[in-house]
Every structure is written in structure tokens, then in C-alpha cells.
């Protein structure tokens, strides 16, 4: 039943791809039969609340001249000498795992889980499903997005955040850390429904500052607002929210778009291209090129310097980007 099943159209995100097995407990089926699985992500900071991703484990690299070869070349393995004394040799068994642990065992366990309880974020998701649930699904621009809210913290506190294509509502939940209230909003019952799953699960995160969450379904293109951004017309849909909400709103407003260029070989072009990431800074140039004598947007790319609160691999196709609204006529 925990066994991901692949077809032709199966998308996995990178983050279930190379986290272990162990990670992933398999709770339920949803809706329309896809196995949901429940992960634990830990926050990475000290008791002071500072980030602590410098503290991982790093692999030191091996210079392969030092290791010992033999004549052709080969691996040569130094071997025990065998026991002359006895016909055969000693076997001492090893125990890998105890799956049975005792009362003391569980109880510190127990312990440690509630003190660090603070720091773990949990999350129901689905792994490789087809490409029109992949929100189901947790992708690394969810968590490169939450790294910036803790980093940047002092900007949102207090704030009252909207955020679109919420998905499992991971950043959402790291938002309400620090801001007010926050909009939930993504499209699909059975998606909506985890997400407010995981909203009442890690409701200790932000309900002590007495901040909320609210899960709403928000429809680009059924709601004629016509973030996942690998679809040209969602792109579009996308950039047409953005200036229809930021229209009406009577202060400046700040919308952050956190995104992963995704390379693919094309037939058309017999090459590795980035058709959809095209399309998208295309849409980012027209926004901040627009003069309808209503809007002045300011495109800028944020600097991925911050620190990075969670674990994953932050490659260099991440981006995040900063879109500023202001009306001209107020």
C-alpha cells in the first residue's frame, strides 16, 4: 500500500525523490484514491531561534589516490587473518534495528518530541501524482519561500497575507508564524481539505500569537481572475490576479513569487529549454513595462542569500522574485 505506482504522467516532486523512505508514513487514502503520506519537517534553528543549517553534517571528500589498490589496480581489501586454531571462524551476531523498544525508550522519545515539538512542521501530502495534482505534492520554491518569511521575519509581522496556489499549505503555516492573518487559497475540495488538515495539526505554531489561517478556495480562471508556473495559461491567470488584487488595494502592495526553472529537452528545438520559465519572465517584463495610467509595478530578483531554516536542495534553478504595486490614482 506505501508503494509510489509510476505511469506515463506521473510527476515527483524532488523533495519525496531524495528524502528516505522512513520519512514518509503512508496514513490514508484520499478522495480519489491516491495514498496520502504524513512527513515531518524540522525547523532549522538553535534555542535562540537562530538558524542552524550551518551545523549540518558535511560530507568531507576522499582523495582517491590514498586508497590502497593492488597490481591491476583494483580495490585491495586488508583481510582479517583467519584462525588457525579453529575449523571455523567466530560469528558474532550484530543487531542493526530493534523494532520492539522498551517503556524508557518510548518515554524519552516522547520527551524529546514534545520539547522539540516547536520545531516540527507536519505535513499530509501525495507523491507522483498526475501533473494536474501536483499540489498535492510539496516542491522545494514551497520551502526556498518559507526560508525568506523566517529570515525576514520583522517585514511581515503583523501583516495580513494572501497567499495563491497554496498547495499542501506548508508556507502558509510558516507565514502565520509571524503575520496576522493569512489566506489559504488554492483550487480543487480534495486538495483544500489536506490543507486544512494540515493547518489544524500544526495549529500550536501560530495560534499562541493569536495569528489564523484561512483556508479559501480561489479559482483563476472560474473566477475570471483570469503557483505553479509550468503551464502557460495558469502563468497568465497568475500575473492577472496579481493586478487585479493589487488594483484594488489602496496602499502599495508586495507579492513574492517563488519559482524552480525547470529544463526539458524538446523535440521542437532538438536542445534543452525552459519554455515555461521563458513565458514566465516574459509575463514579469510586460508587468513591469505596463502603462495603463492605473498601475506602476517594480519587478526585481530577490538575492538568495538568506539563511536556509529547512532541509533540502537549494539548487541554483530557484529563484525568488519581488513584484511592487502602487496605484497612480488613489
Sequence with gaps: MDQVTFRSDTVLSDVHLLLPNTRHLMKRLNGVGQPVFTSKFRILRDIDGKDSSDDLPVRESSDASDVPRDEDGDLDVVRRPRDTTSDRDAVCPIILSQSAATSSDQDEDSDEEEESARDIIII???????????????????????????????????ATVLELGAGTGLTS??????????????????????????????????????????????????????????????????????????????????????????????????????????????????????????????????????????????????ELWKVTAERLNK
Excluded at 507523491?127 to 511581515?156: H, N, Y
Excluded at 503555516?173 to 489544524?200: F, H, P, S, W
Excluded at 489602496?250 to 529537452?265: D, G, Q
Aim: net charge negative; hydrophobic share 40%; with cysteine.
Design 124 to 158: 499530509e501530502h501525495t507523491m507522483a501524482t498526475p501533473l494536474e495534482d501536483v499540489g498535492k505534492q510539496i516542491w522545494r520554491g514551497a520551502f526556498l519561500l518559507a526560508d525568506f518569511i523566517l529570515a525576514q521575519s520583522s517585514m511581515f509581522k503583523g
Design 173 to 318: 503555516i510558516v507565514m502565520a508564524m509571524v503575520a496576522k492573518t493569512v489566506y489559504c487559497t488554492d483550487v480543487g475540495e480534495d486538495l483544500l481539505n489536506m490543507c486544512q488538515r494540515n493547518v489544524t495539526v500544526n495549529k500550536q505554531h501560530f495560534e499562541p500569537q493569536e495569528s489564523e489561517i484561512m483556508v479559501r478556495q480561489l479559482d483563476w480562471m472560474a473566477d475570471d481572475f483570469c503557483t505553479v508556473c509550468y503551464d502557460d495559461d495558469l502563468t497568465d491567470a497568475l500575473f492577472r490576479t496579481i493586478y487585479r488584487l493589487s488594483s484594488n488595494m489602496r496602499k502599495p502592495s508586495t507579492a513574492y513569487i517563488s519559482i524552480e526553472k525547470r529544463l526539458n529537452f524538446t523535440l521542437q528545438h532538438m536542445d534543452v529549454s525552459c519554455e515555461a520559465y521563458d513565458h514566465f519572465r516574459h509575463c514579469l517584463d510586460q508587468l513591469q513595462q505596463m502603462k495603463d495610467g492605473k498601475m506602476n509595478f517594480k519587478v526585481e530578483l530577490v538575492k538568495i542569500s538568506f539563511p536556509q531554516f529547512f532541509q533540502y536542495e537549494r539548487v541554483e534553478q530557484l
